[in-house]
């Protein structure tokens, strides 16, 4: 049984002695993730700003700008993330660590952090991540979005484009 038990282990990738190392994202975790974005986007699940939601409970529950990140890149099966606050991914605690990029840098799944100026907003408040828009090519950010109460996809311009304080591409911790 013991042998069958550490097979699995090995099997599944889940070895406890394996360290942890930063790791760009590979072209198949990009994939699984524009997949798991835009099937959240169609899902349209309601925006619930409510750090008692537990971080695995049923999307139905609702999401923020936090726990809808967390949820893509957890379904999506890339990296291990903790649902941890827009700033706390941000300074890259968490799991979310990567590298400060210009917003002229700017590629699919990066991820974007919000300062809105007229809101009381803590620095980095809120969190999207760039998308392309498949049928022309534009940059689009998706994010869930207060004020319309749902997660949406959004052309990168007024507000979305003049209050970005940090674009930042992801690289995850991996075992």
């Given at each position: 049984m013991r042998s069958l038990l550490a097979l699995l282990l090995l099997w599944s990738g889940t070895w406890f002695a394996t360290p942890e190392r930063a790791l760009s994202l590979t072209e198949h975790e990009k994939a699984r993730l524009r997949v798991t974005?835009?099937?959240?986007?169609?899902?349209?699940?309601?925006?619930r700003s409510d750090s008692r939601i537990k971080p695995?409970?049923?999307v139905g529950e609702g999401?923020?700008?936090?726990?809808y990140k967390y949820l893509v890149?957890?379904?999506?099966?890339?990296?291990?993330?903790?649902?941890v606050t827009s700033q706390d991914m941000a300074e890259g605690r968490g799991g979310w660590t990567g590298e400060d990029i210009d917003i002229d840098?700017?590629?699919e799944l990066d991820m974007i952090w919000w300062t809105f100026k007229d809101e009381?907003?803590?620095?980095?408040?809120?969190?999207?991540?760039f998308l392309r828009d498949p049928t022309h090519g534009t940059p689009k950010v998706t994010h869930a979005s207060p004020s319309r109460?749902?997660?949406?996809c959004d052309e990168f311009?007024?507000?979305?484009?003049?209050?970005?304080?940090?674009?930042?591409r992801i690289i995850i911790r991996k075992k």
């Open positions: 974005y835009r099937s959240m986007i169609l899902m349209s699940p309601h925006y695995d409970a049923p999401v923020d700008c936090s726990r890149y957890k379904w999506a099966g890339v990296g291990m993330m903790q649902r840098q700017v590629e009381r907003r803590r620095i980095h408040g809120h969190v999207g991540a109460g749902q997660i949406v311009r007024g507000r979305l484009r003049e209050d970005y304080s940090k674009v930042r």
